[in-house]
């Protein structure tokens, strides 16, 4: 397993950005296929963003396609999610994930993060 702490969360006006950031540690993080879910209030949790271990592939939720982007920095285990355009509705807890084996339409995740608040003020 690796561990994972995301940062970068906070409250933002409707239409601003965010970066959130996730430091991996514990064993080889380009080993592993990293994604970003959230849960909403009174919500499950909802996949939002997953990238590839050598980050060239990546797949988005229909709901941030076009507003968030996924990256990963393999030398500084560390993985993004850029979040531009914010609505309300983006509002959520975020957390990273992490998994050694397979792809980006993969929603099975070995390792978890703790979470990251993202409040959208209207």
């Known amino acids: 397993q690796v561990q994972l702490v995301e940062s970068g969360g906070g409250l933002v006006q409707a239409g601003g950005s965010l970066r959130l950031s996730c430091a991996a540690s514990g064993r080889t993080f380009s080993s592993f296929r990293m994604g970003w879910f959230r849960q909403a209030p009174g919500k499950e949790r909802s996949f939002v963003a997953a990238i590839t271990r050598a980050g060239i592939v990546t797949r988005y939720a229909d709901s941030v396609r076009g507003r968030f982007t996924i990256s990963r920095d393999n030398a500084k285990n560390t993985v993004y999610l850029q979040m531009n355009s914010l609505k309300p509705e983006d509002t959520a807890v975020y957390y990273c994930?992490?998994?050694?084996?397979?792809?980006?339409?993969?929603?099975?995740?070995?390792?978890w993060g703790k979470g990251t608040k993202v409040t959208v003020s209207s």
């Open positions: 994930a992490a998994d050694p084996s397979g792809s980006v339409f993969d929603m099975t995740y070995s390792s």
